[in-house]
């Protein structure tokens, strides 16, 4: 789901009409090769918010529509360990002859690659570069 | 919300006006496994199809990654 730009700059802006928000889409799965299906939120985020508006968040939702995981990041192979990890134990037949669900919370780490977060932010213009640094002292700041 | 609200012009103003402390201080009591999806609409990007989440969802389970550039 192709949402808003976090870090909007002088080539990649934020969206100010549904025909821009189409169009950083469009060049967002080509530069990046995307080849799953993308579709775009509406101007407001509806679907985003809907869903806690997280920038970089996850979710699996199993059929019939019941949330099976959520992330506030997105972590690939973290999404297809848990795949395989839930369709392992939904399908296991222990001797007992059955099992149950249960709810579990975990706090995870993710890559951090700060040389290619600055390229991209560079990518989308100089002054998303700028403003991010700013952002930084004022989280500084705030500690 | 407004669309100049969720779509902030520039990031530190999305910091400093309080809009990134208020949507992460939201997310722990946000939705939770367990729990039933909301419904939601995209716009397909390849062939404008309006599509409900539901409608993939009562089919097979499905993964939804949110994000843009950055």
Redesign the interface.
């Known amino acids: 789901?192709?949402?808003?730009?976090?870090?909007?700059g002088e080539h990649?802006g934020?969206?100010?009409s549904f025909d821009v928000k189409?169009a950083?889409?469009?060049l967002?799965?080509d530069e990046i090769g995307i080849r799953r299906?993308?579709?775009?939120?509406?101007?407001?985020?509806?679907?985003?918010?809907?869903?806690?508006?997280?920038?970089?968040?996850?979710?699996?939702?199993?059929?019939?529509?019941?949330?099976?995981?959520?992330a506030?990041w997105?972590s690939a192979a973290n999404?297809e360990a848990f795949?395989e990890r839930h369709e392992r134990g939904r399908q296991r037949r222990p001797p007992s002859g059955s099992v149950a669900?249960y709810?579990s919370e975990q706090i995870e780490y993710r890559d951090v690659d700060r040389d290619a977060?600055d390229e991209?932010?560079r990518?989308?213009g100089p002054?998303?570069y700028d403003?991010?640094k700013?952002?930084e002292q004022?989280?500084a700041d705030r500690r | 919300?407004?669309?100049a609200t969720?779509?902030?012009?520039?990031?530190?103003?999305?910091?400093?006006g309080g809009h990134e402390q208020h949507?992460?201080a939201?997310?722990p009591g946000?939705?939770?496994?367990?729990?039933?999806?909301?419904?939601?609409?995209?716009?397909?990007?390849?062939d404008g199809a309006e599509?409900a989440?539901?409608s993939i969802?009562?089919?097979?389970?499905?993964?939804?990654?949110?994000?843009?550039?950055?």
């Open positions: 789901m192709y949402t808003r730009e976090a870090h909007p990649v934020h969206h100010t189409l950083n889409a469009a967002l799965r299906p993308i579709l775009v939120d509406d101007l407001v985020g509806t679907a985003h918010r809907a869903y806690g508006a997280m920038p970089n968040m996850t979710w699996v939702i199993g059929r019939g529509g019941r949330v099976l995981y959520r506030d997105t999404v795949l669900p709810l977060f991209r932010l990518r989308n002054r998303s403003e991010f700013r952002a004022l989280w | 919300m407004d669309t969720y779509n902030d012009a520039t990031f530190d103003g999305y910091v400093e949507e992460f939201a997310w946000h939705l939770h496994a367990g729990q039933l999806a909301p419904d939601i609409v995209g716009t397909a990007l390849d599509i989440l539901s969802w009562k089919r097979r389970a499905v993964v939804v990654e949110f994000g843009s550039f950055t």
